[in-house]
Structures are given as C-alpha cells and as structure tokens.
C-alpha cells in the first residue's frame, strides 16, 4: 500500500528537463515550490548543499565539502567512490544573492581549452523559483568525454556510455 | 530495448572508435548535414569524410539521402537512441538530486515559518 505523505508543496514532484542547447551547452532546468531566497540559501551554504547535491541513490560519499561562496571565492568537494577519491573544484565568479551564481569547474583544466562554467539563475515567480542550470563546455569534446564539469555519477554514466560505445575498440 | 546482432554490435565499436566519427555523430545531434559540410567541419577532404559516413551508416549510426546533388546525412535510429539515453542518464542524475534538495528547501521553509515570517 502507498500511503503518501501530503506537503504542503503537494505529493508531485517538478519536472526535471534537460537540454542540449548546442554542442557545448548542457541546461538543466527545474521548478522548486520555495522563494528564492530559501532556494538561493541551499545552494550556497555548505552544510545545506551537501545533503542535497549528491542524490542518496548515488552510492556516492561526500568526505568534505567547502565553499567560500564570494566572488573569486574557491569551492572543493572530496568524494569517496569505490575506494578512491575524487575532487572537485573551482572558483566563483559571480554571486549576486537570489538570482545568480557563476562558478568555474577546474578539476578537469587542461590549460589549453579552459574550464567549464556552471551558470545558475534563480528566478522566482508567485513563490516559486524556476532554476536554470547552464553548463558551457570548452569544447564539444569535453562534454562529450566528461572531462570536466560533469558531476562523479555523470562521469561514471558517461564512462559506462562511452564503454558501452566503444569497448574494445584500441584491440581490435 | 532493440537487440542488434553481434554484428551490429561490431560495426558499432569500430564506428565509434574514432573521434571524428563520434564529432560527426554529436554534429548530427544538432541537426542533418551535408557531407561536404561535415567535411568543412572537421577540416577534412571530402573523400575522407565519405569514408567516414560510409563505415558510420554501415554501423546503422547514420542514414543517408540524396537530394539533388547534394548528399544529406542524419542521425540513424541507434545514433538517436544513444543521444536520447545519454541526455535520459543525465536528466535522472539531476532530478534526483532536485529532489533532494526539495527536501531541504521544504525544511527551511518549516523553520521560515516557525520564525514567524
């Protein structure tokens, strides 16, 4: 039996959609049933962003999670991922409270063709904010190889699907 | 799920070994194109992207038509079902995590109120 547990906010969850823009963007957009300010707040204190930004289902563990949420100000996270660990980090380039955060993913820097830049808009409207989440990829390749910018668990899915792609082919 | 042969399976792996190969597919992604335009594309002589197209659309990853004297290429369906599922595998990640964060918001709206906002 399924018993649901009304909210307020109501039992449906918001869509999630996705978009591949062009060949170096990826946007991810998302309704959530609160203010901005509330919103804007989870994203941008620590304690609060790592419940969320890794998805329980995951597997995945976050060790550390830091971030000096000020223009110019550094952001790193530590996970632990099937005995090794893994970091992400980058720089925040913008901050403007409640409406957008701009922040750089140098984990996968190879000096050549820069970072990916995560662009994120809060946008409230009667209560509830639309989210905007724009990746710019360097290059088509990146985002292709996930080399940069992509999440722990996107790498993996990315890796698997380029696995299930492309296995065996260097032997052949 | 649409099995495919071992052959298929096969021409697959070879197709998506080269990184051209794998830029055209993206390419496509976007939208159909014309073989010379591709060729323009990724800096390469036309016969060299025929070649391309030729292994890609034996692997059933592209379709190809001509029309007039131009020959047009698109994506063949299992280059349509990667994208679908790459894009599907990446959508899941986030709305699993969105839903995660409603958890959170949902509790700074409790102690919103509570604060008798």
Known sequence: MDVRKESKAGPTKNRTEVERKSERELVVTRTVNAPARLVFEAWTQADLFRRWWVPKSYGLTLLSCEMDVRVGGQYRLVFRHEGSTMEFFGTYLEVTPHSRLVWTNEEGEDGETGNTVTTVTFDEIEGKTRLVVHDLYPSKEAIDSGSTGALPEALDQLDELLASLGSGTETR | ?117
């Open chain 2, 1 to 117: 799920m649409v099995q495919y042969s071992q052959a298929q399976f096969d021409a697959s792996f070879g197709a998506l070994s080269d990184a051209t190969r794998r830029g055209v597919l993206e390419q496509l992604g976007q939208g159909d194109a014309s073989i010379t335009a591709l060729a323009d594309r990724f800096h390469m002589t036309l016969t060299g992207m025929k070649k391309h197209i030729g292994v890609l659309e034996q692997a059933g990853l592209v379709t190809t038509q001509k029309v007039g004297r131009v020959r047009i290429c698109k994506l063949g369906q299992r280059g349509l079902e990667e994208e679908a599922a790459w894009i599907e595998r990446y959508r899941k990640l986030w709305a699993a995590r969105f839903d995660e964060l409603d958890i959170v918001v949902e509790e700074l709206k409790r102690k919103d109120e509570e604060n008798g906002r």
